[in-house]
């Protein structure tokens, strides 16, 4: 119930731009005291900042949202999206699982492979496999502790000592310019060291990414292999094949 009224506060937010704690008391049926608690945990996760008046989004342009706030966002595509790419993976293969929210919805099903082998810069991901009967290599590097992903130098070199077969991504933004991309540098070089180890490349997001801008591209979608989408209608400009699911 408060993750959703704290989703509320920040999609308010984004759309006013500014709003006072009374304003949002009275928007949200709650009062003044329950909405500068939330508004203090809001601040803890670095999406919004305190005004003398009320209380502004920090933008998303710059930071990297926490994974907690992002896994509740359009949950229900992310996990149809999941599950159409799982389809691609083939026992024996060497997967590596980037640490967005998206393809974090890969691991329950992943769990009921056998003779796969997991790759990932996240430790939220490789936590669900803690319980599977595949090996599975959590890779080293400076944690976001917005993100549980590993990024980094360190994080690059550990990519190098891998090949493989199947590479999963999901970025923050599609841009109109036909790339995948990233809000934070880190994160789109992790990204781009993974997709020069792998064989074949997924990008996996839903409709709300599409004409998405970030400030760092981390890969055209012709060198992705599969795009994997709820979106219906948009024309993607690439040679990649397009999965389409529906919800």
Known sequence: MRE????????LLKKHGYRTIQELAEELGVSGSTIRRDIGELAARKLVAGTKSGVVPISDNVSDAPLNYRSKVNSRAKAAIAWEAISLVKEGDTVFLDSSSTVLQLAPALNSLRRITVVTNSLLTARNFRDA????????GEISPLS????GPVAERALRQFNFDIAFFSPVGVTPQNCAAET??????VR???IRQAQ????LFDHTKIGVVRPFNFARLDE???????????????TAAVHRVRL
Not at 184 to 189: I, S
């Open 4 to 11: 959703e009224r704290l989703m509320d506060i920040v999609k």
């Open 133 to 140: 009967q595949v090996p599975v290599f959590l890779i080293g």
């Open 148 to 151: 549980y992903g590993f990024y």
């Open 184 to 189: 934070v540098e880190p994160a789109a070089a």
């Open 192 to 194: 781009r060291a993974a």
């Open 200 to 203: 074949h490349a997924a990008l």
């Open 224 to 238: 992705f292999d599969h795009l994997v989408t709820d979106d219906a209608k948009h024309d993607f400009d690439t």
